[in-house]
């Protein structure tokens, strides 16, 4: 693996590596979402489904962060928009720390959400700008095990500094989005192919008529769905359970250390098959991942965490590749921004109907993931993937 990653090195460009860093620095400091529906309920005292509520307005921001983000990505070049949305998510993230009244907060996390998230289109277009296309699918690999070598640190630590300060969560998260803007903004050149032909690119409209698109688009919204179980749910679950914060950090920390030991080894394993073939795999092991923690022991939750991350491992680089290569060269930002948007729509609907499902029958919830893991992994299956981008390429 090391000498692999000393290849990576070789032939991935410096712009790549300085966001690699920057991401796993803020990726590390990323403590309060995590910990989000811990914080409502025991800090402020709202009920799970309330909490759930204000969750989902994280993930109602970042739908329209997906869309406006890959158009300012397109329109106005990658790196202003990178550095708006995560010096404006900082600022952000420091006055929720201050906030206490329910009727304050949902609309701070409602903005927070959409702000924070503007940049993620970005740095998928600036992966697929840069980096050469037979690199690209080990480059998102990577940069995926950045963001899980900080998530690996950041639940954990987490659940230790909420037992003495939740503020102090709120104000090293800040601090982490400033300084990955910091980094862009004085290293990080603009990647955008061409930004005077910005206004003649594809439209969402052109992006909605894609079929094998928009079909892989609705595979991922149903998998999402059962990904997003994760936070508030399984939170909730845990809680009902006995369980406290510092459990579910370290419950979570399984899914950060598994891939920050196997990641780089299984992206490039996966490269031999299939984009079609790993994503369906991939959905399979989602699907019984998250079945298995209708059970109540701990270790049952870790065993869990364990097979879904396989499943995520193996999703990561295939779907931005996938995404990457289907995209029009002056469209990247709207089709990576669309496609983020089925996470935005399960990361609102998952808070707001799992703690309503699992207080119906645990059952229902955890057996209702895996048939939609399953029915995304025969639609994935089914999928037709061909060579080359979207209609308008």
């Not at 400091?29 to 709202?46: D, E, S």
Request: proline share 5%; hydrophobic share 55%.
């Amino acid at each position: 693996m090391s000498s692999r990653f000393r290849t990576l090195r070789e032939v991935l460009p410096p712009s790549y590596w300085t966001v690699w860093w920057g991401t796993l620095i803020n990726r590390a400091g990323a403590f309060v979402v995590p910990i989000l529906t811990f914080y409502l309920t025991r800090r402020v005292g709202l009920s799970l489904a309330a909490a759930g509520a204000i969750v989902a307005l994280f993930g109602a921001g970042s739908i329209v962060a997906s869309l406006v983000g890959g158009l300012c990505a397109d329109r106005l070049g990658r790196k202003v928009t990178m550095v708006t949305s995560l010096s404006g998510g900082a600022i952000l993230m420091a006055v929720l720390g201050f906030v206490t009244e329910p009727s304050v907060i949902a609309p701070v996390v409602l903005v927070l959400g959409f702000v924070g998230e503007l940049y993620r289109p970005s740095v998928s277009a600036f992966v697929a700008d840069v980096v050469p296309a037979e690199h690209r699918q080990s480059a998102y690999g990577f940069l995926y095990w950045a963001i899980n070598i900080g998530f690996s640190i950041a639940p954990v630590a987490a659940g230790l500094v909420a037992t003495v300060s939740y503020r102090a969560l709120f104000f090293g998260d800040a601090a982490t989005s400033a300084l990955f803007a910091i980094v862009i903004l004085v290293r990080v050149p603009e990647s955008h192919p061409d930004l005077a032909q910005r206004h003649t690119a594809t439209s969402f409209g052109d992006v909605l008529r894609d079929r094998t698109f928009m079909w892989a688009w609705g595979c991922m919204l149903l998998l999402s769905f059962v990904i997003y179980q994760s936070t508030t749910t399984l939170s909730g679950w845990m809680q009902a359970q006995g369980y406290g914060p510092g459990a579910y950090g370290i419950v979570l920390a399984v899914n950060g250390a598994l891939i920050v030991l196997v990641q780089p080894m299984l992206t490039e394993w996966s490269k031999r098959h299939s984009l079609r073939a790993m994503m369906s795999a991939s959905a399979v092991l989602t699907a019984i991942g998250f079945a298995l923690h209708g059970g109540s022991y701990l270790w049952l939750h870790m065993t869990a965490v364990a097979v879904w991350t396989f499943g995520e491992i193996l999703m990561a680089p295939s779907a931005s590749t996938f995404v990457a290569e289907r995209a029009p060269v002056l469209a990247r930002g709207r089709y990576q921004g669309m496609f983020a948007m089925a996470y935005g729509i399960a990361g609102t609907l998952a808070p707001l109907l799992g703690p309503r499902l699992l207080a119906v029958s645990p059952s229902l919830l955890w057996g209702g993931c895996l048939v939609l893991g399953l029915l995304a992994a025969l639609g994935f299956r089914a999928m037709k993937i061909q060579t080359g981008p979207g209609p308008m390429g």
